[in-house]
């Protein structure tokens, strides 16, 4: 289970890489606005926010990684406590969009449930 726990954190760190390429390097593009659904007007004016924002996604997918490595060489205590630390905060940042905008419900799914998922595993992995 502490494999399947992890692996999925991993595949939850992915999509957060993904997130901060729209975010930090694609922010006004056009195809970057329709996943978005803002305007070119919108996208500058929000430019260095998402900029911001996207770096955010980079630290967890970052931090992930890096227990999923120290998991895997042997150290469960500090890598389960970084996965676990990077999964929670992508969970928690997805509670706050669910509540914050319930109309952007779907990408508030696609942020949590994964590293949910994930914590899920490796705790019953853990504690097992």
């Not at 929670?88 to 799914?109: E, R, T």
Request: hydrophobic fraction near 60%; include cysteine; glycine fraction near 8%.
């Amino acid at each position: 289970m502490v494999v399947a726990g992890a692996a999925i954190c991993a595949i939850a760190a992915l999509i957060h890489v993904y997130i901060f390429v729209l975010e930090s390097l694609r922010w006004t593009s056009p195809t970057t606005r329709a996943v978005f659904g803002t305007t070119p007007e919108q996208a500058e004016a929000t430019r260095e926010l998402a900029y911001n924002q996207g770096f955010y996604n980079l630290f967890l997918a970052v931090e992930i990684a890096v227990g999923v490595v120290v998991l895997a060489v042997g150290d469960e205590a500090i890598g389960a406590t970084l996965v676990l630390a990077g999964a929670a905060s992508m969970v928690a940042a997805g509670l706050v969009l669910l509540v914050s905008s319930p109309d952007k419900a779907s990408a508030a799914l696609k942020q949590l449930v994964p590293p949910l998922a994930g914590i899920a595993l490796l705790v019953v992995g853990l504690v097992a």
